[in-house]
């Protein structure tokens, strides 16, 4: 297993949808023999984390029973976490209990209300910030301030959280949760204001719609999902730089390699010399 406090790189965690509707990779570990052998393949990459989740939150979802979740969930949760630390991506209470008894030890909350969950289970919480529900959240989002809205909410939630007992905080702007391209720009530029909260700082921007509007060839059509890993690294790697802690990813191997490098350039500290006086190779 990964040692999370590595002073090399901040923290890669992995996506495991195991849902057949999931925006970029909908069905494909949706059976749990499947998602155990990708869990597996991101374990090899490198992943210090894999999130496993068992119902979309992407716009216009439509939600799971909690029967079904379980069905989707739980199998794979027990035979990952021997080998991995592993998050549960649910806004369910008695989804999230469960996952944790079957070793889960981080709950990732997009509705950023679960920290009574995870203080009575003694585990870390993501709380991710979202306007509105997926049923609606992209229909006419509005800020008047977005960066310190979303940070003030998640710093109130924090808060409670830091009171309740939660061991391990983590906040998360909620990337395309209820905002325009313009608003998930502004978070990405405003990260080291939720850095400065004292908060670790999580950010998930990986094959996200607003990369396929910005990656637009000449002719205006938006790159497809499966060409978003360029405008994935860029993103992870300035979150990175913005003091990020983690970042959530479906491309394990190549954003470990981005994250290491953005570790290593960071330990250079500041320039001091001249590039000639080094024995940099080409
Ligand atoms: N994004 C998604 C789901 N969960 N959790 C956190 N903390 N941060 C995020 O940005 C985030 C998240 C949406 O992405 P994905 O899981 O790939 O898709 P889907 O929700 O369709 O399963």
């Keep these: 297993m990964s040692d999370a406090t590595s002073a090399d790189r901040a923290l890669v965690m992995g996506i495991l949808n195991a849902t057949p509707d999931s925006f970029s990779d909908g069905g494909s570990w949706f059976h749990s023999e499947q998602a155990i052998m990708k869990g597996h393949?991101?374990?090899?990459?490198g992943a210090?984390?894999?999130?496993?989740?068992?119902?979309?939150?992407?716009p216009g979802a439509v939600e799971v029973s909690v029967d079904e979740e379980l069905r989707r969930v739980l199998p794979v949760v027990e035979a990952l976490s021997p080998h991995v630390r592993i998050s549960v991506d649910t806004v369910k209470e008695s989804v999230a209990e469960a996952a944790?008894?079957?070793?889960?030890?981080?709950?990732?909350?997009v509705s950023a209300t679960l920290w009574p969950v995870a203080a009575r289970c003694g585990v870390g919480w993501?709380?991710?910030?979202?306007?509105?529900t997926p049923a609606t959240m992209q229909e006419d989002p509005y800020y008047d301030d977005v960066v310190a809205e979303v940070r003030d909410m998640l710093a109130a939630r924090a808060a409670s959280a830091v009171e309740a007992g939660v061991p391990e905080i983590w906040i998360d702007p909620g990337i395309g949760f209820g905002k325009t391209l313009d608003h998930?720009?502004?978070l990405l530029a405003g990260l080291d204001v939720l850095v400065?909260?004292?908060?670790?700082?999580l950010v998930g921007t990986s094959r996200k719609g607003f990369l396929g509007a910005l990656g637009a060839g000449p002719d205006g059509v938006a790159a497809p999902v499966t060409e978003r890993l360029p405008g994935s690294l860029a993103t992870a790697t300035w979150a990175l730089q913005q003091g990020a802690g983690m970042v959530r990813v479906h491309d394990v191997a190549a954003t470990v390699q981005a994250?290491?490098?953005?570790?290593?350039?960071?330990?250079?500290?500041?320039?001091?010399?001249?590039?000639l006086d080094t024995e940099v190779g080409t």
Excluded at 126 to 132: D, E, K, L, N, V
Excluded at 196 to 201: E, S
Excluded at 259 to 272: D, N, Q, S
Aim: overall charge negative.
């Design 196 to 201: 400065a909260t004292g908060h670790r700082v």
């Design 100 to 109: 944790v008894a079957a070793g889960a030890t981080l709950i990732n909350d």
């Design 126 to 132: 993501i709380a991710m910030h979202r306007q509105g």
């Design 184 to 186: 998930n720009l502004q």
């Design 259 to 275: 994250a290491l490098l953005v570790g290593r350039a960071g330990h250079h500290g500041e320039y001091t010399g001249s590039m």
């Design 48 to 58: 210090d984390i894999v999130d496993v989740g068992g119902e979309s939150s992407r």
């Design 41 to 45: 393949e991101m374990i090899a990459e």
